[in-house]
């Protein structure tokens, strides 16, 4: 099984972030037919006829999205989320270093089916040679006409902005995106209202990933139809997938939407080190509920990932090999959202604390058999009950690793225990 | 530490003066900001529809001026965009690549998340900090950072924006020297490198990190595991489920739909049916 490329096609070709590149190479054609031979609605429609779905997390439609922003004259928005900050996750950082004017084109493009005159990339602050390459890429499309007032004598308008983020994970959440661009602290925003009907300054918002957007050109030229083809059931197109942890060839690797994973893993990515086998994997960023090997077969789809408990969030495998110990991993993990936490509300900021502070009870072998059923208990009071999900992006893979593995964290238990009581002993 | 009117109360830092008014607005006419850094940041005003949105790029400006935001860059920034420093502080307090400490005016994440951990990257950030402290790496802020986004260099460090990796924890001294001199560290391994490429791209493989140590299989002699479970331990109480939602929405002055019983009430009594069922 190789690859299938649509948004990589000419991802190798040198120059490509140049404009006089991408458009020898067909680049800008489809804002032009977006433009001036569909009209705005025509231009939804087809977004919507696409099947295509969010590829930041949620999976949400994309022409679904656009479709409730409402109509009539008043500031609109659209804000593209560049935040990729999902450990696992480095798709939008190849598709904005190497081809950055097909993101402008998608933000074109959305924009015309949003009917928003003004429009961010919210990229985050570590990618700044992204911002820099983006920058530019912005700049030559003004000079070109691309973007400003009344694109190519169309009378539509939009200005885009990219703006840089300053380390943040929680600003990949959109309404904390939206505080962060209106220059608070990112907090999330509870919802409803949806940022469609008040989000950037109170105003419509159409938020979608840089993948997302990347995808609107190819959809518009070569229409929802063909974009239909590629794909299974509602999972439909082409997916850029992020492999990264213990295999042999990580990297990212496109593929149409319901390739069994064992393909992803072993074909593409070159499977887990001589020796080794997959102990479990996060088929979805590090937020995802982790499968174990018996899974391996299922295909790459939003459904079938969800179907067994996890999700394809966004497209990011991070594989464990059977070496890796799991309560150090799970740490880790619980670290990274306890720090991330931006304090909002109380069941993620308590919660990510306390599961830190009793891994590291179990890491340490001061776990006690209660500390298992309280930190499983934890994580059920913390999913669903917080404004946003960077709680849940903690309690259910830690929760799935519980439940996939239990023997595994009490055999930890017991062992560091022992270590512990034997290096008393010996002092 | 500075003396203060009315003694700090124990808990507080410096930087709260509670005998002090809070600061306000400064008055752009009495505060001197460097030429530059004023265009800048009034460059950056002027691209949104919203002043206030320029808070980040603005500080980040500021910090690139003086190294950190300080309280005099935090003034500077308040007087050009006319919000009180209180306000920056607060924006500045949660973006954590905005310094908060004169920690050095450059910096050194190294990755430490979930695919890098996977690889080896907790020593690695251990060798560096250990090199560094060492070599005495002045001005540059070194610190594990969350996910960069570079999972397939992983584990890998930003040099001041310049990815690279895939690193290895006998890399460090090298990685320190390199930024003590002012080298550039590691030529055509940084991701914005011309002809940059990962090994395994051309036919290699990913380098593999030592596993772990060997863990001997333990039967101490307090018992196993399974004996834990008889010890007098208090019984954890499962997860509360969530109450079914309503089948229709309820009537103003209505708590719980077609609901006779007080639910207050019938909590007690399922309370009190628990208690006896219990030995």
Known sequence: ?427 | MTEHAVPLPPGWDEAVRLDEDPATIPDPASVEVPPELRAEIEGHMAKYPDRHSAVLPALAAAQRVHGWCSPEAIHQVAAVMQVTPAYLSSVATFYDMLRTQPTGSRYLYVCTSVACHLRNAKAVYEAIEAQASEQGLDDWEVREFECLGACDMAPMASIDGRYVGPLDEGEAGELVSALKEGRQPFPGRGLPDPGFRLPWQDGGTAPDRPGPPEEPDVHPAGGTWEDAEVLDVPPVRRPLQKPPPPPVPLSPGTSVAGESVDPATRDREAEREEEEERP
């Not at chain 1, 006409?145 to 929680?170: K, W």
């Open chain 1, 1 to 427: 099984m190789t690859e299938t490329r649509v948004l990589l096609a000419n991802i190798d070709e040198p120059g490509l972030n140049t404009i006089a590149v991408y458009e020898r190479l067909g680049g800008y054609r489809s804002m032009r037919k977006a433009l001036l031979e569909m009209s705005a609605a025509d231009v939804l429609h087809e977004l919507e006829e696409s099947g295509l779905r969010g590829r930041g997390g949620a999976g949400f439609s994309m022409g679904k999205k656009a479709s409730f922003i409402p109509k009539g004259a008043m500031d609109k928005y659209l804000c593209c989320n560049a935040d990729e900050s999902e450990p696992g996750t480095f798709k939008d950082r190849l598709l904005m270093q190497k081809n950055p004017h097909l993101l402008v084109e998608g933000c074109i493009i959305g924009s015309i089916a949003a009917g928003a005159n003004k429009g961010f990339i919210f990229i985050r602050g570590e990618y700044e040679l992204q911002a820099n390459i983006l920058d530019a890429a912005v700049a030559e499309a003004y000079d070109k006409g691309y973007l400003g007032e009344g694109i190519l004598g169309s009378g539509h308008t939009f200005e885009l902005v990219v703006h840089r983020g300053q380390g943040a994970y929680i600003c990949g959440e959109e309404t904390a995106l939206l505080d962060a661009l209106e220059g608070k602290r990112g907090n999330p925003r509870l919802k409803p209202p949806f940022p469609a009907n008040q989000g950037l300054y109170q105003g419509p918002t159409l938020i979608n990933n840089v993948e997302t957007l990347c995808n609107t050109p190819i959809i518009i030229e070569h229409g929802a139809d063909w974009y239909r083809k590629f794909g299974e059931g509602n999972s439909t197109g082409t997916k850029i997938v992020s492999v990264s942890g213990n295999v042999q060839r990580p990297g990212n690797f496109e593929v149409e939407l319901g390739i069994p994973v064992r393909e992803l893993i072993y074909g593409l990515a070159g499977g887990p080190p001589a020796g080794r086998d997959v102990k479990c994997f996060f088929p979805g960023g590090s937020s995802a509920p982790v499968l174990t090997k018996e899974h391996l077969d299922l295909p790459y789809t939003f459904e079938a990932m969800a179907e067994a408990g996890s999700m394809l969030g966004s497209g990011a495998i991070i594989v464990v090999d059977d070496s890796e110990p799991l309560v150090p991993l799970a740490l880790r993990l619980a670290e990274f959202y306890r720090h991330e936490s931006c304090g909002k509300c109380v069941p993620c900021r308590e919660g990510t604390n306390w599961t830190v502070k009793m891994l590291e009870r179990v890491d340490e072998g001061e776990g006690t058999p209660m500390d298992l059923d309280i930190l499983e208990q934890v994580q059920g009071n913390i999913i669903g009950n917080c404004l946003c999900v960077l709680g849940d992006s903690m309690a259910m893979p830690v929760a799935s690793m519980l439940k996939h593995f239990r023997e595994e964290f009490e055999q930890h238990m017991e062992q560091a225990r022992t270590k512990r009581d034997l290096a008393e002993a010996v002092a």
